[in-house]
């Protein structure tokens, strides 16, 4: 198995572009998490998906960061207009069921000048 | 407020020796707790689940002990190994599905 996949592994944007994350989670897995780490705060979950549908977005920053899960082997996080506080390095996750261990992507390092 | 304590220090100790590494929490009452291994430019990697009702659990070299009385987990890496050296994460699951991480401790193993 591949394992999580993410891209892009890099993102070097200028203040106010869009920038869009993509993760293609483990097969077979029905839950889907987007985490945020940064130095300042660590690790931190952004949003939660269970078979395909979004059910918690509360550690969603600002209206400007919005999710999707299309389909059971694809995900985006995009973030429109990039600041540079959103600089950090992005990571989803997935699982089968939900109390079990999360397999982590590689991460996406954003940096927004 | 909801908190969770990794060692605040790096841990620096010499191959063969026994890094012991803190995670203490308050305002949780988590069903179980997980160890996670973060290397550098690498997203987490599990490595141990303990359940509430477990007072130990052990996978090779790999030794962790629960208590929720103190509301403290330790976890333990025998005989370390330069290969050993990374950041090591606690998280813990309460009763719904959301897993919090502690910001992790920094383990330094010498040859």
């Known amino acids: 198995d591949a394992g999580v996949i993410q891209s892009p592994r890099h993102e070097v944007t200028e203040m106010g572009q869009e920038v869009t994350l993509r993760c293609k989670p483990i097969s077979g897995h029905n839950s889907l998490f987007w985490y945020r780490q940064t130095m300042m705060r660590g690790l931190e979950l952004l949003i939660y998906f269970n078979n395909n549908v979004p059910i918690d977005d509360s550690g969603m920053p600002e209206d400007r960061f919005s999710a999707k899960m299309p389909n059971a082997s694809f995900s985006t996080l995009k973030i429109q207009p990039s600041e540079p506080r959103d600089s950090a390095v992005y990571f989803c996750?997935?699982?089968?069921?939900?109390?079990?261990?999360?397999?982590f992507g590689p991460g996406t390092r954003l940096t927004v000048l | 407020s909801q908190k969770i304590e990794q060692n605040s220090e790096a841990l620096n100790i010499q191959e063969g020796k026994t890094a012991t590494l803190t995670c203490n929490y308050t305002?949780?009452?988590?069903?179980?707790l997980q160890w996670y291994r973060q290397d550098p430019g690498r997203g987490p990697v599990f490595l141990l689940l303990i359940r509430e009702n477990e007072k130990e659990k052990r996978k090779e070299r790999l030794k962790v002990t629960f208590d929720t009385t103190l509301k403290q987990s330790l976890f333990h890496i025998t005989a370390s190994q330069p290969a050993d050296s990374a950041t090591y994460l606690c998280a813990l699951r309460s009763n719904d599905y959301k897993l919090s991480f502690g910001a992790g401790t920094t383990v330094t193993v010498r040859a």
């Open positions: 305002n949780y009452s988590p069903a179980y």
């Open positions: 996750a997935s699982t089968k069921g939900v109390y079990n261990e999360q397999f």
